[in-house]
């Protein structure tokens, strides 16, 4: 029964790396005559010509990694500032109906985000930029028509998007960390925002994975950021240029791909983002275990280092 039993829960986990590799190798299948037309060279081309049949990623790839980093730089400190609050300050009667309003953003439909994007954020970066000096608007940080949409509308949309599940997950991190680390700095003199570090230094890790699980939402995210990015493909440093993400050129042009070089290649855009996803994510596992290492290994000195001295007194 038990062999049965952990045959069984095997096959079913052994289910997830092969639905991974099925999507890969479908995505690779499906783009194989764009793959094979431009190498290489679709992951450095900036050219995205369907009539004259010349793609490249570039502008695609980096409007996904620049609005999604503008995100999670704008959201990381909110999102942690929420996460103290609830579990270190708040009060009881008040702890509650934040949380469920909290954990509520992250239930609302994308196209939602959008809409307030398009009525909210873009006329408040239209506003914005109008009132920047002649002279900081031709500066390559914020050049661009002053239309409202483009990378800033983007990242603000998607940093509140992405606050929901940093601030959920970096508050119960850190509800899980033991009071005797916070009794412990208290009764050494902490002050209540130093054992408030304490508390963050000690789960660090889980924080830390707070933050990538955020990095993960804005990476994949299409409606909302297609209705407020510009849609342009070219690649900008400015906050205020109409750009355009992976997902949201395949969600507007996917429908309207006239030829099979056309579709070939916006499959292999979903198959750039798949790649860079499964990158950062891979990457991203690797600091959390670096860092859970580190800590573990600091853990485990202590008593060791602790023990000479006992010996000696």
């Given at each position: 029964m038990?062999?049965?039993?952990?045959?069984?829960?095997?096959?079913?986990?052994?289910?997830i790396p092969l639905v991974v590799l099925g999507i890969a190798v479908v995505l690779v299948h499906e783009s194989w005559l764009s793959l094979r037309t431009f190498g290489l060279g679709f992951w450095r081309t900036s050219t995205w010509d369907p009539v004259a049949g010349d793609f490249g990623a570039v502008p695609f790839l980096w409007g996904t990694l620049y609005s999604s980093f503008l995100a999670l730089l704008i959201s990381t400190p909110v999102a942690l500032g929420i996460a103290i609050f609830l579990s270190e300050m708040a009060p009881s009667a008040l702890r509650q109906p934040l949380v469920f309003l909290t954990d509520l953003l992250a239930a609302i439909p994308s196209i939602i985000y959008g809409l307030w994007g398009?009525?909210?954020?873009?006329?408040?970066?239209?506003?914005f930029q109008a009132s920047l000096p002649d002279?900081?608007?031709?500066?390559?940080?914020?050049?661009?028509?002053?239309?409202?949409?483009?990378?800033?509308?983007?990242?603000?949309?998607?940093?509140?998007?992405?606050?929901?599940?940093?601030?959920?997950?970096a508050r119960e991190v850190?509800?899980?960390?033991?009071?005797?680390?916070?009794?412990?700095a208290l009764?050494?003199?902490?002050?209540?925002?130093?054992?408030?570090k304490v508390t963050l230094f000690y789960g660090r890790t889980g924080v830390l994975g707070a933050i990538l699980l955020g990095l993960g939402r804005a990476l994949g995210e299409t409606m909302a950021v297609t209705m407020v990015i510009g849609n342009t493909p070219k690649a900008s440093l400015s906050l205020l240029a109409p750009q355009y993400t992976m997902a949201a050129v395949i969600a507007n042009e996917f429908t309207e791909a006239a030829d099979k070089?056309?579709?070939?290649?916006?499959?292999?855009?979903?198959?750039?983002?798949?790649?860079?996803?499964?990158?950062?994510?891979?990457?991203?596992?690797?600091?959390?275990?670096?860092?859970?290492?580190?800590?573990?290994?600091?853990?485990?000195?202590?008593?060791?280092?602790?023990?000479?001295?006992?010996?000696?007194a």
């Open positions: 038990d062999r049965g039993f952990r045959i069984g829960t095997g096959l079913v986990a052994a289910v398009i009525f909210v954020l873009v006329p408040i970066v239209r506003a002279g900081l608007r031709k500066t390559t940080l914020f050049t661009g028509p002053p239309v409202g949409v483009g990378m800033l509308a983007a990242a603000l949309v998607l940093a509140v998007m992405v606050l929901p599940y940093t601030a959920s997950v850190l509800r899980a960390v033991p009071p005797t680390q916070r009794e412990a009764a050494l003199g902490a002050t209540r925002w130093e054992s408030i070089l056309y579709l070939d290649s916006l499959v292999a855009i979903g198959l750039v983002l798949f790649i860079v996803t499964f990158a950062i994510n891979a990457l991203s596992r690797l600091l959390i275990w670096r860092v859970g290492a580190e800590q573990g290994a600091r853990r485990r000195a202590a008593p060791a280092g602790a023990a000479p001295a006992a010996s000696g």
